[in-house]
């Protein structure tokens, strides 16, 4: 089935830092999310993008938090500077429609130091 | 805030039993739901989605829905020990941007 990419699968990081999640959604797919998932526990919806632009964002997706997929490459979730707990599994995910089944990656576990 | 209240946190079946979970959304918007099922340290994996009134079934799975309520269930039959994990609910609006609400999720444990 159709299969979303993440790089990479592991980043460690000191506080401060800047860290950037990379995505490579389905290839015909036309909306693009993020998602951040502590402990296996509740998704929680960062960010949806369609068209280039974000559509809409949760109260997690803070300041520090950006988007972008500039000319159709990855899909990227750029977090700076990034803290303590920014620490989740933050995962990506495509979709063909607003309805349509969103597919998902295999996640970057992110770990803050 | 629209959230999505998912019940029973935590639900063990036997073998070949039936496994019943819930959710509700909050938000008068809402007009689509789906159920994803996550295995551990898995990315989660839509099951069914269903948007009328009713009832829609897949195999093992039976979802309904109740649009008055905002309430929807999934129905597992004849449960195996592969449909241990962990069932997300999620709620969307065309209104709210598409934007997607999960659930905390209910934790299926199917006894062999």
């Known amino acids: 089935g159709p299969k979303v990419l993440q790089i990479p699968s592991h980043q460690i990081i000191d506080m401060g830092q800047m860290v950037t999640l990379n995505c490579d959604p389905v290839?015909?797919?036309?909306?693009f999310y993020w998602y951040k998932q502590i402990l296996g526990q509740q998704m929680e919806f960062l960010v949806n993008?369609?068209?280039?632009?974000?559509?809409?964002k949760s109260k997690l997706f803070k300041d520090q938090f950006s988007v972008e997929r500039p000319d159709g490459s990855y899909f990227t979730l750029k977090i700076q500077p990034t803290a303590l707990e920014d620490s989740a599994v933050y995962f990506c995910?495509?979709?063909?429609?607003?309805?349509?089944?969103?597919?998902f990656g295999p996640g970057t576990r992110l770990t803050v130091l | 805030q629209q959230k999505v209240q998912q019940s029973p946190e935590s639900l063990i079946v036997p073998e070949g039993g039936m496994a019943s979970l819930n959710c509700t959304s909050s938000?008068?918007?809402?007009?689509y739901f789906w159920w994803y099922r996550q295995h551990s340290g898995k990315s989660p994996k839509m099951l069914m989605?269903?948007?009328?009134?009713g009832e829609k079934e897949e195999g093992r799975f039976t979802v309904h829905l109740n649009k008055a309520s905002l309430h929807t269930s999934l129905h597992i039959r004849d449960s195996q020990p592969s449909d241990s994990a962990l069932y997300l609910c999620?709620?969307?609006?065309?209104?709210?941007?598409?934007?997607?609400?999960f659930g905390s999720g209910t934790r299926l444990l199917v006894s062999p």
């Open positions: 938000d008068r918007n809402v007009d």
């Open positions: 999620a709620a969307s609006s065309g209104t709210g941007g598409y934007k997607v609400v």
């Open positions: 989605s269903i948007f009328s009134n």
């Open positions: 290839s015909n797919h036309l909306y």
């Open positions: 995910a495509s979709s063909l429609g607003g309805y349509a089944e969103q597919f």
């Open positions: 993008f369609y068209n280039g632009k974000v559509m809409e």
